[in-house]
């Protein structure tokens, strides 16, 4: 994740992280990525069962009955060893979570257990009652996935009147007073309103939100025309950066982040250079301790049959089964050599890669978005397509002529 309001904005001082001693059972949420220790937070896919059919669902759900989903007690088993683990976050995601009868009692188990439990949703069925539940649950985070505004959204959504429920679904959680957010992944078609989505964040009150780059896995594989160019996708941060910055001018310091693009760090980065270089300074140490992409690293995923992928992006990896192993063993197994090559992912890069091979900005983003290169390339360590910075920017001209 980049933070555009932490960077751009300067919403949280770098010395924050230094006050918080970045250790990751320590850190607030949204310092998280800036932990030394770097466990990773959990994405469980808890059920594939969803009410919607999204175009791009890296889970391809549909509202059918599926077999084979850990059961309850394999769950709690799950949790317990998560937290013994010293996974900070666990992120209940789907499918659709709240059709899950058992959410409440497995989230409510990993808040005993020490762990902050989170819920990405597309919000259509959360009503008053659920939000109750929600909140006796203790719930740190709502995320709610909208992509547009109602046509557009609806389109991508598969089912008339997404739109209008997610939006309700936002409006009772923050009625129960839970924390709640706005999850968007942008293509070009739906681009366009996301000046219109900054509005309604404001005059809904809704403090975060999470614009996603579309990456190229699930049905999400099938829409890579739909991507935006390198220079859509400048234009894009840029008018992220504008909108974030007027929000905060009016008064409403909302949380804005991109995530799955990490050269979104050092385009925010060179935007500074040119208004605030002191504050440029500050956001290049930041950005060293965010230390880029961590698939494998610092995010992880378990899917609903028990499967351990890099990330949730990942279904066609699995490293193992935590119906036969731990996730805490799996995941630091290091004789599977796409996990071995995660963690260590940078020479691998360097042999594989061209562009990001002479990048200086490799340190600071670790090879962004992996998948994304085997989706185009069949070459894990290839060059992420979806970097957009110049050759001047990643410093290839410099490399060449040194060479």
């Given amino acids: 994740m980049i933070g555009i309001s932490k960077l751009y904005c300067g919403t949280v001082e770098p010395s924050d ?28 896919n808890m059920g594939r069962r969803c009410n919607l059919h999204c175009v791009h ?22 949790i317990d060893d998560l937290a013994s683990f010293g996974v900070p976050v666990i992120l209940f995601s789907g499918g659709e979570p709240t059709m899950r009868k058992d959410l409440p009692e497995l989230a409510m188990y990993a808040r005993d257990k020490g762990m902050r439990a989170v819920i ?15 909140k006796d649950i203790g719930l740190s985070y709502v995320g709610v996935s909208l992509d547009g505004m109602r046509e557009t959204n609806d389109k991508f959504r598969g089912v008339p009147g997404a739109f209008d429920a997610a939006l309700q ?17 942008i293509n070009k078609k739906n681009a366009q309103d996301i000046p219109a989505i900054f509005d309604l964040l404001y005059e809904e009150g809704i403090p975060r939100v999470c614009f996603y ?7 999400g594989s099938k829409m890579v025309e739909e991507d935006l160019s390198h220079e859509e996708s400048r234009r894009v941060v840029d008018l992220i950066m504008d909108r974030t910055r007027e929000m905060h001018d ?38 060293m301790m965010n230390q880029g992409n961590s698939t494998g690293i610092g995010i992880g995923c378990v899917s609903w049959d028990g499967s351990v992928h890099p990330d949730q992006f990942w279904r066609h990896y699995s490293f193992g089964n935590v119906k036969e192993r731990p996730f805490s063993e799996i995941w630091m197994d290091t ?14 890069i360097k042999a594989n890669a ?21 989706a185009i390339y069949d070459n894990v360590w290839a060059d992420d397509p979806a970097c957009y910075l110049t050759k001047e920017e990643i410093g290839y001209d410099e490399v060449k002529k040194i060479d």
């Avoid at 669902?57 to 799950?78: F, H, M, N, P, V």
């Avoid at 679904?169 to 992944?185: D, E, P, S």
């Avoid at 050599?337 to 940078?346: C, E, I, P, S, V």
């Avoid at 200086?360 to 992996?370: A, T």
Wanted: charged share 30%; hydrophobic share 35%; net charge positive.
């Fill in 169 to 185: 679904g936002m409006r009772n959680c923050k009625a129960q007073g839970i924390k709640v957010g706005l999850r968007f992944t």
């Fill in 250 to 287: 009016k008064g409403f310091p909302m949380e804005v982040l991109t995530v799955d693009n990490h050269c979104d760090g050092p385009y925010v980065y060179f935007r500074l250079l040119e208004e605030d270089p002191e504050r440029a300074a500050e956001v290049y140490e930041l950005l």
């Fill in 120 to 134: 990405s949703t597309n919000g259509t069925l959360i009503d008053e009652k659920m939000a109750k539940v929600l």
């Fill in 335 to 348: 004789n599977d050599k796409l996990m071995a090559g995660l963690k260590d992912r940078q020479p691998l």
């Fill in 213 to 219: 780059h579309l990456v190229y896995a699930g049905r």
């Fill in 57 to 78: 669902c890296y889970a391809q759900s549909r509202d059918i009955e599926y077999t084979d989903e850990l059961t309850t007690q394999q769950g709690k088993e799950l």
């Fill in 354 to 374: 061209d562009r990001c091979a002479k990048c200086k900005w490799l340190e600071i983003c670790n090879g962004n978005f992996r998948v994304r290169a085997e």
């Fill in 17 to 44: 992280v230094l006050r918080y001693g970045r250790e990751s059972g320590k850190l607030p949420s949204h310092l998280l990525q800036f932990s030394k220790d770097k466990k990773p937070v959990v994405v469980w």
